[in-house]
């Protein structure tokens, strides 16, 4: 080994070397990035630079408006880096409207647009940030970097900042994301936990949207919310999207839109982007295209919809801690409550201390003790010492020692004091001092309800225009294969037993997406479910392929197959609702001879009539038998079925069709989410054939007749009846016509049959609405009117007195408007005697 190398070795080893600097270099890089740069305190809730431009923007304010450019460099002074990341976090400070006023082009978090260059933009602080971050004589301070300076520790901040403003963050080997609450909220909440009650807090942006926050989990590691646009359907044609999710920009949105687009997902003609002061994107839809599918969709392939993931880490003592939103709350309440505490005693002690002066003061010019000055005294001590020694006889009516600092003070004094008037000014000033101690003794001996009252205040003054912009509601689970457009073609070439999208030359089959399963059956009785591919192996003689819908109990498959080891025939029905893809599955017996004489696929259960042509080498003496499947049992997929002959089959044909042998579909409406379901949830609407239809009315005045499509959107908080349409029923509905202050009644049938169209039947008028409607055969009208003692019920047959007219029609006047007012429909009939109000 050669010398050089021995040398560079000794170098390494040696703990004066590279590997000596190496054991704390890498630690004390990741704890200045951790405590200085990128995760906030849990005092203040910011991070240094933040704390830094708020500190110079304090040392510079004089109400008017300074460029930002010389916040930066005013900055510069307390933060050892450049004016790059300075400008960045005091435009983020802007843009969140809290801490800073701003003028000029400060950008937008909605667009993603940046803000001008910062000799053209200025700032102030808020009053709000004047009220709750600063006083000087409760900080704690410290050494700028290049000993200049001195800097806050932490500012003195008496809101819980870090939950309203939120805070993201990379620091080395840990990260933070906060994010942003509610005004108004977190001062309630703040209230709540001093008065020792429950409290809940969840996120709030200025983006707008929707957010579920089921699994938010107070903002701990690990919990998540999902956060979405709010899209509104202009008309079957035409989508618009009112805002955006939080941390998504109009053009990364509209970026997400176009390749979703562009990959099939969705199926759109154009999106344009009208943001101006309010965001407007509308997406114009391509002919025959679902508006509420493509809701969905635009929720499952773009990002209409976003999951965030929050991660509350903040410097508490100097090291980084993981706690949740409600501990934050909790921590910087108990804060302020100790900061207003201090801000008491310090008050106290100021007024102790001015009372204190003011008695001597009078004393010393009521007790003419300031004659001791025109005395001949051989020094300025001894005068001191005679004014002390004057005021002997009453100490008693102060409350400390006189110190000879006091002394020299009064002796400063302009004789002009010893005029009567003077001395009642002086006695006014006692007397409103004693007033004011006895106030601050007051708030600090009921610490709490002064804390409550400083939130309050905090409320009234500044919570105006800060109510929840962001929407909370539970989302609905979005399946993304029931979604997808489908935006492939299948193949299938039976005879060599492959299906996919890359067949072109093969049998088409259907149009599918390339998120679709698809369920194949081979003619010796084999079943596969496989993911859309170009190409993909089933097995050879492929009688049917089908997309696979997971979990459907009513596609029934009828089967004729015969076992190749016996010869004997069987027939079976069953359902194929959950498998396991790509494995292969035996539906006959699994013998090579094992062969498919029928099959055939029935939506909701049909039962056909079958002709069973036996071999004419059969021993039967009859070689034809009609078959019943409606006389079978759905059974299991791996059922063997039953006997249908012994004798070996010629051939089986379809001889009649049968009617459904399962009971119609229930259907259930869902006005959490304002969707159809199957699955048991909310109001039900009745079991219903293939056929039948739903009525839907809305409080804005219209009707709407629609199918039993699941993926159907509705908004549940405007549907006042759901049920299934009957065109015999007539409907009763009462509604306002607001310009002429009362409301009226009408009857009619639904006379229209277009689907999925509105159709309005009040009369048109702003601020008409429906009150109230219902299809009972025999309405009666409940209405009750008054407060309190005067309350007076009166109840309508109302067959009685409005007769049934065309849906158009205008209707009768019921009453008057009146806030009192209130109507429902009698669920049970009552006799006219039963003292529950008149009966008409």
């Not at 590691?221 to 618009?240: C, F, P, Q, S, W």
């Not at 055969?777 to 409940?782: D, G, K, N, R």
């Amino acid at each position: 080994m050669s010398p050089a190398k021995n040398k560079k070795e000794d170098f390494f080893e040696n703990e004066s070397g590279v590997s000596g600097q190496y054991k704390t270099w890498f630690l004390d890089y990741a704890s200045y990035v951790i405590l200085e740069r990128a995760v906030p305190a849990l005092e203040d809730g910011l991070k240094p630079v933040q704390r830094r431009i708020l500190h110079a923007m304090k040392e510079m304010d004089d109400g008017r408006f300074n460029k930002a450019a010389n916040i930066i460099g005013q900055s510069m002074q307390y933060h050892p880096h450049g004016d790059a990341s300075i400008g960045d976090a005091l435009v983020n400070l802007g843009q969140k409207d809290l801490l800073i006023e701003t003028q000029g082009n400060w950008g937008d978090v909605r667009t993603g647009d940046e803000a001008a260059a910062a000799r053209y933009i200025e700032a102030r602080l808020s009053k709000f940030a004047l009220e709750v971050a600063f006083n000087s004589k409760t900080t704690e301070w410290q050494l700028s970097y290049d000993g200049r300076k001195n800097e806050p520790v932490v500012l003195p901040m008496k809101f819980p900042l870090l939950l309203a403003q939120g805070a993201e963050g990379i620091a080395v080997g840990l990260s933070t994301k906060i994010l942003p609450h509610n005004f108004c909220e977190l001062i309630d909440a703040s209230i709540k936990f001093l008065r020792g009650r429950k409290f809940e807090l969840y996120p709030d942006f200025q983006t707008g949207g929707m957010i579920d926050v089921t699994s938010y989990n107070e903002g701990r590691r690990g919990g998540k919310v999902r956060v979405r646009a709010h899209i509104e359907e202009v008309d079957k044609k035409t989508l618009a999207i009112r805002d955006v999710p939080y941390g998504v920009t109009t053009a990364q949105l509209m970026d997400s839109i176009v390749k979703a687009n562009d990959q099939g997902k969705i199926k759109i003609k154009k999106v344009t982007d009208n943001t101006a002061a309010e965001v407007e994107i509308l997406i114009d839809l391509s002919p025959g295209i679902s508006p509420d599918i493509t809701i969905d969709a635009l929720y499952a392939f773009t990002d209409c919809e976003v999951s965030i993931s929050p991660n509350a880490c903040v410097i508490v003592e100097h090291k980084p801690q993981f706690m949740s939103v409600h501990q934050l709350l909790k921590d910087s309440v108990e804060l302020t409550r100790e900061l207003l505490r201090k801000e008491l005693e310090i008050k106290l002690a100021e007024l102790q201390d001015k009372w204190h002066y003011t008695s001597l003061e009078k004393i010393f010019f009521e007790e003419k003790i300031y004659k001791e000055l025109e005395k001949k005294h051989e020094t300025w001590e001894k005068v001191l010492a005679a004014i002390a020694k004057a005021f002997e006889p009453y100490k008693k009516q102060l409350k400390r020692a006189i110190t000879q600092e006091d002394i020299v003070k009064l002796t400063e004094k302009p004789v002009r004091r010893i005029y009567k008037l003077d001395i009642e000014e002086l006695n006014e000033q006692i007397r409103a001092l004693d007033a004011e101690i006895k106030q601050v003794k007051y708030d600090l001996n009921n610490i709490v309800d002064f804390a409550v009252a400083y939130y309050e205040g905090l409320l009234k003054k500044y919570g105006k225009g800060r109510e929840r912009k962001t929407e909370v509601k539970l989302f609905e689970a979005i399946q993304a294969k029931q979604v997808a457009i489908a935006n492939t073609k299948l193949y299938v070439n039976r005879s060599e037993g492959f299906i996919g999208s890359g067949l072109k030359k093969d049998e088409y089959v259907t149009d599918v997406s390339d998120l679709d399963d698809i369920i194949a059956f081979t003619k010796s009785g084999k079943m596969k479910v496989v993911k859309m591919a170009d190409k993909a192996f089933i097995g050879k003689d492929i009688i049917h392929v089908a997309v696979f819908k997971k979990n459907d109990e009513r596609t029934t498959y009828n089967m004729i197959y015969s076992d190749g080891k016996s010869g004997i025939s069987y027939a079976k029905r069953f359902n194929v609702t959950g498998i396991t893809r790509d494995k292969e599955y035996n539906l006959a017996k699994d013998e090579e001879k094992s062969k498919v004489h029928y099959f055939s696929v029935n939506p909701n259960g049909e039962a056909e009539v079958v002709k069973i042509i036996l071999s004419p080498n059969s021993s039967a003496r009859n070689k034809e038998i009609d078959f019943y499947f409606e006389e079978m049992e759905i059974k299991g997929r791996n059922s063997m079925g039953n006997q249908v002959t012994k004798h070996a089959i010629k051939t089986v044909k379809f001889k009649e069709a049968g009617k459904a042998t399962l009971s119609g579909r229930k259907i259930w409406f869902d006005d959490t989410f304002g969707r159809l379901n199957t699955e048991e949830k909310g109001e039900y609407l009745g079991s219903f054939e293939g056929d039948d239809r739903i009525l839907v009315i809305y409080d804005d005045g219209n009707y709407e007749i629609t199918d039993t499509e699941l993926t159907q959107r509705f908004e549940g908080d405007k549907v006042l009846l759901i049920e299934k349409f009957d065109p015999e029923k007539i409907i009763t509905a009462v509604y306002l016509e607001k310009d002429k202050l009362q409301y009226n009644i009408k009857r009619f049938k639904i006379e229209t049959t277009t689907l999925h169209n509105k159709f309005f039947f009040i009369k048109e008028g702003e601020g008409n609405h429906l009150e109230t409607v219902t299809t009972d055969s025999e309405p009666i009208l409940v209405i009750q009117s008054g407060r309190g003692s005067q309350i007076r019920k009166a109840k309508i047959k109302v067959e009685k007195v409005v007769e049934v007219m065309g849906w158009k029609a205008v209707g009768a006047k019921l009453t008057d408007f009146s806030k009192s007012l209130e109507m429902e429909w009698e669920k049970k009939k009552k006799s006219a005697d039963s003292g529950q109000g008149e009966l008409f």
